[in-house]
């Protein structure tokens, strides 16, 4: 995720000069009636203890960084860039950092009653705002969501964080409502499996330009490409290769608004996220975001004030 990322090992760093404990650190991005928005940074690692607390409101969380575990009365699920956390109101939760230090999250926070509302107003059957999984896999459906979200993080940029709050919550129910019927009768993966899909996971966003297959993960995590790719499929929710592709649509779409790449050409953004070929590159983000990669520049670059241009 390029900078996100970046900042997320900085503080790693820090951490580790200093001989610090770990941390969750909160910086407030946007606030409205009814609804909230934080960017929580996270050091904590696998020797501190996993925390136990309580949602105060309804949460979505988009991690945009690193991994951990997260448990709740509705499951439990290893969480990776692109997926989301889910939290009911009041519901006890636990996360740990047991397979990797630190993770990022961009998290929405809802007032009950308005995340009814919001749900009612979306036509979603009443009595299915409630949460029934603890989380959603790195879905295409959200990847424009996480990705504007993500331009939001940088202090002084302008975002519409009201009208992606109403989009993560809709978008998050109908993700978990499918979620719910298609993963019922599954068996938990095992602790091993989440720690290899987790190490691959990270191998992923450290560089997802570089050169990755089914067969260079599989043997980097110890496994037979047949054995790791169930295992990846059953712990992440998507393929191997859908994770990669979506990593690396995920850094063009940041790049191609970062203002230090302003005049940056599309091409060789393409290829310096691990494309080889243009065409496919258009593709693929069109697939993904809507739009080609110059309409998604266009509507969201920003001035290096960070003001939208106009």
């Keep these: 995720m390029g900078k996100i990322a970046a900042q997320l090992n900085d503080a790693l760093r820090e951490r580790a000069a200093a001989g610090a404990r770990g941390m969750l650190a909160a910086r407030p991005l946007a606030a409205g009636d009814g609804w909230s928005v934080t960017d929580m940074l996270c050091t904590l ?8 607390e309580r949602h105060d409101g309804v949460c979505i969380a988009a991690v945009v960084a690193g991994s951990f575990a997260y448990r709740s009365a509705d499951g439990h699920a290893l969480l990776t860039p692109g997926a ?17 230090a630190g993770d990022r999250c961009i998290s929405f926070r809802y007032q009950p009653d308005y995340f009814e509302s919001l749900a ?36 002084g940029a302008s975002l519409a964080w009201d009208e992606l709050a109403v989009e993560f919550a ?3 129910l109908q993700a978990a409502g499918a979620h719910a019927r298609t993963h019922r009768r599954e068996r938990a993966p095992g602790a091993a499996a989440w720690s290899r899909v ?23 995590c110890g496994l037979s490409d047949f054995h790791f790719l169930r295992s990846f499929e059953r712990v992440a929710g998507v393929t191997p290769h859908q994770y990669l592709l979506r990593a690396r649509l995920r850094q063009a779409a940041l790049q191609l608004v970062d203002t230090d ?3 940056e050409r599309v091409v060789d953004i393409a290829f310096g996220c691990g494309f080889n070929d243009l065409s496919n590159f258009n593709h693929a983000f069109r697939a993904e975001f809507g739009m080609s990669p110059r309409s998604w520049r266009a509507r969201h670059a920003r001035t290096p004030a960070g003001a939208p241009r106009g």
Aim: aromatic share 4%; glycine share 10%; net charge negative.
């Design 120 to 155: 009612a107003d979306a036509g979603i059957t009443s009595g299915v705002t409630r949460f029934a999984c603890a989380s959603v896999a790195p879905l295409r459906a959200l990847s424009p969501l996480i990705a504007s979200a993500c331009t939001g993080i940088v202090p």
């Design 198 to 220: 987790a190490q691959a996971a990270r191998l992923i966003d450290h560089a997802p330009e570089a050169p990755h297959t089914l067969h260079t993960l599989a043997q980097a």
């Design 45 to 52: 690692g696998p020797r501190d203890a996993a925390f136990g």
């Design 261 to 263: 790449a302003s005049h």
């Design 84 to 100: 989301l956390l889910l939290g009911n109101d009041g519901a006890c939760f636990e996360c740990g950092h047991r397979h990797g």
């Design 170 to 172: 809709v978008a998050a």
